[in-house]
């Protein structure tokens, strides 16, 4: 399943409908997960990124709070479309979330207060990189992922259940599992319209 670098990037994408049959074993995802926060640069090396994998009953656990948060906010004629999307994620078999450490970011701030403004956006984009980071590998790995953004509304539920430092905040969600559709093809704008190069 190894690509080279251009062909794992051009392969990766959002992958809806997943199952729970495990093609590669949970030590293996283990692994890519460490190389990606391990390997992500962040901004004067903060590693303010944190990352909880949860799998099997924890993962549908993530899965089963949400939807319940959700219920509480989503008008019942419109559940039903919410309920099978949240049933989708719950498909698969792990969930990879991703945090921001704000002690660490307020830490920076005051170390290097010429940049304090600076720190909460480098913060997000270190986030969004090892974010692709991660569900590149996932991906290169066979397995299908997608990127959910359900913070903060199960914000609370999250560190409490699974026990998280308050300064841990809540940034994605990243469903896993085997895939079981091909995904469509991707439309792209011209880059002629999104590049401007100079000599």
Excluded at 37 to 47: C, D, G, L, R, S
Excluded at 85 to 101: N, P
């Amino acid at each position: 399943m190894a690509r080279d670098f251009y062909q794992a990037i051009e392969h990766r994408r959002s992958i809806y409908v997943i199952s729970d049959e495990k093609v590669v074993d949970e030590e293996r995802v283990e692994e890519v997960i460490q190389f990606a926060v391990k390997h992500t640069p962040y901004a004067f090396n903060a590693t303010s990124g944190r990352v909880v994998v949860l799998f099997n009953e924890e993962h549908k656990a993530l899965w089963d709070m949400t939807k319940e948060e959700l219920r509480k906010i989503v008008p019942a004629e419109n559940f039903p479309d919410t309920d099978a999307r949240i049933d989708s994620f719950k498909a698969g078999y792990g969930t990879v979330l991703f945090f921001e450490d704000q002690d660490m970011v307020k830490d920076l701030q005051e170390q290097m207060a010429l940049y304090k403004d600076n720190f909460p956006i480098w913060s997000d984009q270190a986030s969004g990189m090892l974010q692709h980071v991660v569900w590149t590998a996932l991906e290169n790995e066979g397995l299908g992922a997608s990127l959910q953004h359900y913070n903060p509304l199960i914000d609370d539920q999250v560190k409490q259940r699974w026990q998280l430092p308050d300064s841990w905040l809540l940034r994605a969600q990243m469903p896993f599992g085997k895939p079981e559709i091909e995904p469509g093809e991707k439309q792209f704008q011209p880059l002629e319209e999104r590049i401007k190069v100079y000599k």
